[in-house]
């Protein structure tokens, strides 16, 4: 919603200070100009991307008009999650949770999560770390090592749309530049007709350089940003099950073991130690 809102200011505040300053609005609707420069941008976009960062990109795009997939209550539920799931190692021992591993939307524990267990990445991440500490084949040393680079991996691989849209928005100004030589080229071959046409035609083909600066940071540019965000978002999720899953391989109890989990979080969606008490209690 705020991508809608952001664009409709940057239209109303661009193309209504133009007709406030006396500027005609028709002057600016060059079809051909969106076409050269558009074209020329979806062009390049599939030509500089492999098919799997093509289908990733356009997969990621209709995410930058939700809002922030993982709220203060998504964290809260996924600590009290794990509060459960280690109270329960610590009760009953590593094996006692191998059933809810195994198959985690058979499980009951999980049930009780649904936000978390809708996500797939996260349930991936948490429940295969837990399998490796049933296991007992790995130390903590290692287990870090193996989070670090398999979180690295995710968010190198969440970041690669964010970093597709940013290239294709550096691209466009360049484009509009072309679109506005094309239409020069075509003014210098119009060279004979009454002044006012030759006036026309020159301003038609400046659009095209306008267009392209305007598209680029006022439109494409941004998204990029936007899927930046959201990739952050997803890997703080997979910091805070790393986080707690540590303390506790390093000998912390389940309470203490989440709250290292809670500082990881940011200030905005971090909750309260008291505040995160009592809701893992209300969970139990």
């Known amino acids: 919603m705020l991508v809608i809102v952001g664009y409709l200011i940057v239209a109303g505040s661009v193309f209504g ?13 060059q079809p051909i100009e969106l076409l050269m420069i558009g074209g020329a941008a979806a062009g ?5 991307n492999s098919g799997k960062t093509i289908k990733s990109t356009l997969k990621a795009l209709p995410s930058v008009l939700k809002g922030g997939k993982y709220t203060k209550d998504n964290y ?3 600590m009290a999650l794990l509060y459960e799931l280690l109270g329960k190692v610590r009760k009953e021992g590593l094996m006692s949770i191998e059933n809810d591993v195994e198959n985690p939307d058979e499980s009951p524990l999980f049930a009780k999560y649904p936000t978390v267990l809708a996500d797939h990445h996260v349930v991936e991440f948490m429940t295969d770390y837990l399998r490796i500490m049933v296991s007992g084949n790995l130390n903590a040393m290692e287990i870090e090592s ?3 680079v398999e979180i690295e991996t ?3 691989e969440a970041l690669v749309p964010s970093h597709v849209i940013a290239k294709t928005g550096d691209a466009m100004p360049a484009y509009g530049i072309v679109a506005a030589v094309m239409g020069v080229v075509h ?4 060279v004979g007709i009454p002044p006012a046409e030759l006036g026309i035609l020159i301003a038609h083909a400046l659009v095209g350089t306008f267009l ?3 598209l680029a940071y006022g439109f494409v540019g941004p998204l990029a940003g936007v899927l930046e965000q959201k990739a952050d978002e997803n890997t703080k999720m997979l910091q805070t099950i790393k986080v707690t899953l540590l303390a506790n391989l390093n000998g912390y109890a389940p309470a203490m073991a989440v709250e290292f989990g809670r500082k990881v979080l940011n200030s905005t969606e971090r909750p309260g130690f008291i505040e995160l008490e009592e809701h893992v209690k209300q969970k139990r």
């Open 146 to 148: 193996l989070m670090d």
């Open 154 to 156: 995710h968010h190198h």
């Open 17 to 29: 200070g133009f007709a406030l300053a006396g500027g005609h609005m028709a002057a600016l609707l």
């Open 44 to 48: 390049s976009f599939l030509v500089g």
């Open 76 to 78: 809260m539920e996924l």
């Open 212 to 214: 392209g600066i305007l």
């Open 187 to 190: 003014t210098m071959e119009s």
